[in-house]
């Protein structure tokens, strides 16, 4: 779920730079001094969590939606299954 959520920010965020969505507040915060991007552990976490040291808050906005709406999809479908099995 984390990966994919990182897959729309980054959409969010080339739509952005095109200028067909806008970035409300660009940079929203800027932790590159913290941990870049170009770093080791930065690499990893963008490849794999879509991980950005400064996010507008449109591509903050769009992750948080997204993690908050799949995982209230996933267990309001979850919760039957269990009452079936009782």
Do not use: C, T
Not at 22 to 36: K, S, T
Not at 56 to 79: C, F, K, N
């Amino acid at each position: 779920m984390l990966f994919a959520a990182g897959l729309v920010a980054h959409a969010v965020h080339e739509l952005n730079e095109v200028g067909l969505i806008p970035a409300l507040i660009a940079p929203l915060w800027n932790i590159h001094h913290v941990l870049d991007e170009s770093s080791f552990i930065g690499e990893v976490l963008k490849a794999l969590f879509g991980y950005n040291a400064d996010p507008s808050l449109s591509e903050a906005l769009a992750y948080l939606a997204y993690v908050v709406i799949v995982g209230a999809v996933q267990l309001r479908l979850r919760r039957p299954a269990s009452r079936l099995r009782a």
